[in-house]
């Protein structure tokens, strides 16, 4: 921890010739000040106990200083759709709701998020709320809006695995049930009106024993469980569930679960 603080603390020095901006100085102030305030009331703690404590607060003050220049804003400015739209481009909500990111190994909380599924483009806010950058798809690790979890996937034919990008993950047990959302446009004249409409291609896949599979209906369920297909109808069938178009998604949720108890 000591260590960190002093690469924290050297990361402020001028180089030869060049002053420290107010605003350092100021922030430097204010980290000696709370190094100096945690001495005089925990003079009886332990003293590597105080150190660690005063080095937390430290990264904590000088990491929420550099907010506006993290990498997760690096990205290009989002451009909005600009016509007459049937449907959405967008993941649940065209407006921006509150989630977390982890990209390239760091978790960044409290995100303004959109996620454009027509375009692939995960959408935050900067910090002065008034500009809106893409998040660069490549250092995206995994992130989470509107109550879904989304991780990102490799194309790995020895997986069984045919496309890469952002997976929902519906379901995580010692099964995996996960969806793979795109649309596609169409544009029409509508009267003397050009709209475009939103088609979507979602797809959905199990990840069991190290392999994935597509299942687009009942049929491909039951034979990606088919070690365990009597029981889990009785069980389906006992709980009302059924897999049908409409409800795929949900109703694959539950019998994901349900196959994760028969067989663990």
Known sequence: MLQEFTKLTTS??????????????????????TLSYGDIFCQDLNKQSIADLQVSKAIELYNNYNDRNAPIYTGEAYIF??????????????????????????????????????????????????????????????????????????????????????????YNGNVQFLGKYSESLMTMIEGQVIVTKFLNHDRYYIHKDGLYYMVNNKKDVYRVFADK????????????????????????????????????
């Open 81 to 170: 759709y600009a016509m007459k739209m049937e449907g959405s481009p967008y993941f649940k909500t065209g407006d921006f709701t509150t989630g977390w990111v982890s990209y390239k190994g760091r978790k960044y909380d409290s995100l303004k998020l959109l996620y454009d599924v027509t375009r692939n483009m995960l959408v935050t806010q900067y910090p002065n709320n008034i500009y809106f950058i893409t998040i660069q798809n490549q250092f995206i690790d995994s992130f989470f809006l509107s109550g879904h979890t989304f991780i990102s996937l490799q194309e790995n034919h020895k997986e069984n695995l045919y496309s890469s990008g952002f997976f929902d993950l519906l």
């Open 12 to 33: 402020f020095l001028p180089m030869p010739g060049i002053k420290l901006s107010q605003m350092k100085m100021s922030l430097l102030v204010l980290i000696f000040s």
């Open 229 to 264: 297909l009597h029981d889990l109808k009785k069980m389906m069938r006992r709980n009302h569930i059924k897999l049908k178009r409409k409800n795929f998604e949900t109703a694959m949720v539950k019998a994901s679960a349900f196959y994760d108890q028969l067989t663990h």
